[in-house]
């Protein structure tokens, strides 16, 4: 095998992005037509910046034949740094577009666990369409959680129930919506749709553990109506809207679910479904989309909250499908 040492190299001389991106090229397609080709240019100007590369390094990184390219121990050993460089660029360019806007690039977005399960997998099939080059990457947490990252610069932005009440964060309001009550079968508030919160006075009301939101919204809701039975000292309690509805389908209670996401976790034997009259004005939350006022992003999370908002009306029709039915079930 020919020596990979072609000279003394310059201690001075640092790759440009098109002669690292030549190597990689080469040795990623092990050929320098097809990377001349995916490149661009022509094979002489290839040859040249490969050249050029290896001369500034003193070291061989691809071997010349007339039948295959063949990269060399050296290459080898390099080829991962120059690929990581290149990424590490294009991450770099990525994040610069999605700051100044266009929605291009890493975008880190928060939910929590009540609203991702129901509106991800729709609001991710919808923004390709409207933002191709923006990559979200999802984060599941609790509010306070998701409202702390976000103001120290983890987040972009976090879709959560009631404003984020932090300074410097501002609050896009995106949809209102309605709680369901779900019980078990033959409860006697079965498919009524004239609850008052009154109601829920003499339920055994199941919550989800501390830190969610949803358990504060129930709690303020039965507090609103002066519900004599303390809710917040129920022994029974879970970290997902799942494990909550097979607790009611199981017997121990009854509780109160988003109708986002009635068709996802209710439409099961063992449940009956009411609702309120009044709708998410007598029992319900608004949800935001929250970002830091310093990032100048405005327009950006509005076209994401137009999505959002899309999104939901879609999970309630889905929802309403399945209330309907139980509404009407004699």
């Known amino acids: 095998m020919k020596s990979t040492f072609i000279g003394m190299a310059n201690r001075e001389y640092r790759p440009t ?4 991106r030549t190597f990689v090229t080469i040795a990623e397609n092990g050929h320098f037509g097809t990377a001349a080709h995916r490149l661009g240019i022509s094979q002489p ?4 910046a490969l050249a050029a590369l290896e001369q500034g390094l003193g070291v061989q990184l691809i071997e010349r034949s007339t039948r295959r390219v063949i990269v060399t121990p050296v290459g080898t050993a390099l080829l991962p740094y120059a690929q990581a460089t290149l990424d590490s660029l294009d991450a770099f ?3 610069a577009r999605g700051v100044k806007g266009g929605l291009a690039g890493p975008m880190n977005l928060g939910m929590i666990p009540t609203i991702a399960p129901f509106l991800l997998p729709d609001l991710l099939r919808r923004l390709p369409s409207v933002a191709p080059d923006l990559r979200p990457q999802i984060v599941e947490e609790k509010t306070d959680d998701l409202t702390d990252s976000l103001k120290h610069g983890g987040l972009d932005a976090a879709v959560i129930a009631g404003q984020a009440g932090v ?7 995106v949809y209102d919506e309605e709680f369901v009550l779900v019980m078990p079968s033959g409860h006697p508030l079965a498919r009524r749709s004239d609850l008052t919160v009154a109601d829920l006075d003499d339920l055994d009301l199941l919550l989800l553990d501390d830190g969610h939101c949803l358990r504060d919204q129930v709690l303020d809701l039965c507090r609103s109506a002066y519900v004599g039975r303390d809710a917040a000292q129920a022994v029974t309690r879970a970290a997902s809207l799942t494990t909550i509805v097979q607790c009611v389908i199981g017997g121990l209670g009854c509780t109160l679910v988003p109708i986002s996401a009635v068709a996802a976790e209710c439409d099961h034997p063992g449940l009956d479904l009411a609702t309120f009259s009044g709708g998410a004005g007598t029992a319900g939350r608004s949800v935001y989309l929250c970002y830091r006022s310093s990032s100048g992003r405005a327009e950006d999370f509005g076209a994401i ?18 209330l309907g039915k139980a509404l009407t079930r004699g």
């Open 45 to 48: 100007s290839l040859s040249q």
């Open 167 to 173: 300074t410097g964060i501002e609050s896009l309001h």
């Open 17 to 20: 992005v098109s002669q690292l």
């Open 93 to 95: 360019v990525s994040h």
């Open 305 to 322: 909250s137009a999505t959002l908002s899309t999104s939901f009306a879609d999970a309630v029709v889905a929802g309403r499908a399945v």
